[in-house]
């Protein structure tokens, strides 16, 4: 996956990525990871992060992890149905976003779609600061259908 191309495309699709300063950092062997700098954009009233963009933050995973392993991304779309947040700690610095999912996984996904036209998932991401503080772990639930028709 080329991550400079997807990064720009993710940009250029939903601005409030280019806003925050999202950096696409990994999408190879199961491992997905995404950081936003602290910065005024992604700051609050009190100098740490904004809960929104932790929440971006972490919800991106998903459209990162469909967007390595769909096999007709054309086709299929992923979109959030409920994100939950359970912050731990202020974002004092950069915050990194890790998640997990397997070949193993996308083989199951890509099978679904092709046989029912639906895949929906569970995907939890662990937030973290430049000392890998927890600052936040993430659960959302993601759907993937044909939304364009």
Do not use: W
Not at 44 to 58: K, V, W
Not at 89 to 94: F, K, R, V
Not at 108 to 124: I, P
Request: net charge negative.
């Amino acid at each position: 996956m080329d991550l400079v191309a997807f990064e720009a495309g993710a940009k250029k699709n939903c601005p409030i990525y280019e806003f925050l300063g999202l950096q696409v950092l990994e999408a190879e062997d199961g491992v997905f990871k995404a950081l936003i700098p602290n910065t005024k954009a992604s700051g609050n009233h009190i100098g740490i992060m904004h809960a929104g963009a932790l929440f971006s933050l972490g919800e991106f995973l998903g459209g990162l992890i469909t967007a390595r392993y769909l096999d007709n991304p054309r086709k299929f779309q992923p979109v959030v149905r409920d994100l939950k947040v359970d912050f731990k700690a202020p974002a004092m610095s950069n915050i990194t976003a890790t998640a997990y999912f397997t070949a193993e996984q996308a083989v199951e996904m890509n099978a679904k779609l092709e046989k029912t036209g639906k895949y929906d998932f569970q995907q939890k991401a662990v937030l973290t600061d430049e000392n890998g503080t927890v600052v936040a772990e993430t659960l959302g639930s993601y759907a993937l259908r044909n939304f364009l028709g």
